[in-house]
């Protein structure tokens, strides 16, 4: 089932001035598998004169004649005769497509692994032959490659893109139309399993209901998601069996590089370029409280980003021998007990990432943390969301809440007794904000947001 196109009007929009413009050009697309790129491609490429190549591991004379065939669609005849190497297929269609001409190749990374000469040859014929009008598009999965190509300063092609885009997943706010949720409750458990990936949105949108999409995706060894993070990792890193044991720990609980090192039998200091790694690829996060350096090595924490990855590693990597032994029904009535307590997990991440798109009594603040130390009395203190106004004025603090019923007035009691007893909150105005799965009556001088409006602002 194919989704409305969502979001991606200003990678679009980039995209289409791209294609318009008179001189050649060089556009680049990456970012992880999945995200819709193709569709972002699809929907932004003029209707005629394109030719689109999804690269492979095939030897190259197999893929230049796989390409060759692709161009003579635009080009007749270009695919009679077979190219001894890519500077002859390249020179000819430099030298027979016309003005307009979008050449596409997908997967780039893999035609590059096969011929490593590519982009120094294709860096050649943009460089001398930019007034012909033939735009190359370049798009692949594999992000450390990618990037090594473009925007490393030692590579042929540092500096001649035009465009570089980086397709991110969407934001949750977009998964209640994609899946044409109602409640908006129903719309964060869904976003908890399958992040903003909008294939998986896809593939979950022809299932009728969220448990059962879970099983037949991701707990099932017959399901399309079952291996997805293996295949993640073998397109973005070299070493995928060290990267699956970070992630696994993490998912575990395991959040404190000592606590990581030590499971893992390693000196901490070998881990630092591996989970550093994972973090440039969006999988991992290292936090550290509000208010600390970020070189701060003591007080940092590591959590799963993404939510797919962070269900994945909590509840089908642990069971995948009692999976592939056919237990999945228990398998699915264990998760579904522990399933609440996953999905506050990822409300918590959406309550800080929504802090710096809302007005709150009047202001606006700054990218939210949480925060955990010892209070002004000395004892251990924990807050889920703390932030920054624009102007410095002012903190916001907030607690998070994923539970049916709460006892609003001693959530907000304590909210403010947390507050008094913040070491760092002196002359400053102290705001206080609650989010919480449904509305709660509170003091006016207390924000509640709820999952609606959550989501409204997450677009």
Known sequence: MQLPFLDREEERSR?????????GS????????????????????????????????????LQRASLAREIERVIPGFARVSYPD?????????????PGVVLVLDEFGALVSAAKELPSLLQKHVDRESSRGIHIVLSGSSQRMMQGLVLDRTAPLFGRAVEILKVAPLLAGWIQPALRLRDP?????????????????ELAAELPDLETAMERLALSPLGVLYDEPTKLLLDDTRDTAQAASLLSLIGQGCHRLSEIAGRLEKPATSLSRPLQRLIELNLIRREVPFGVSPRSAKRTRYQIADPFLRFWFRFVEPNRSRLEAG???AV?????????????????????ESVPRFDIFGQRFGPANRWWGAGVDHKPLELDVVAESEDGKSLLLGEV???????????????????????????????????TKRAARVARDVKVVTPRQLLDVLR
């Not at 995209?15 to 001189?23: C, G, Q």
């Open 26 to 61: 060089l556009g680049v697309l990456y970012g992880r598998r999945r995200c819709g790129k193709s569709r972002l491609l699809r929907e932004a490429l003029p209707q005629k004169s394109v030719i689109n190549y999804v690269g492979d591991d095939r030897e190259g004379t």
């Open 185 to 201: 409750i129903e719309a964060v458990r869904a976003f908890s399993v399958w992040g903003g990936v909008p294939r998986y949105w």
């Open 332 to 352: 699915s009535r264990d998760m579904k007990r522990d399933f609440s307590h996953h999905v506050s997990g990822v409300w918590e991440d959406l309550a800080r």
């Open 401 to 435: 809440e994923w539970a049916e019923e709460i006892d609003a007035v001693r959530l907000v009691a304590e909210l403010r007794r947390k507050a008094e007893n913040v070491p760092f909150q002196e002359g400053r105005d102290v705001r206080l904000a609650l989010w």
């Open 15 to 23: 995209l289409e001035r791209l294609f318009a413009r008179r001189e």
């Open 327 to 329: 237990r999945l029904t």
């Open 86 to 98: 890519w500077d002859a297929l390249l020179a000819r269609f430099w030298n027979e497509a016309g």
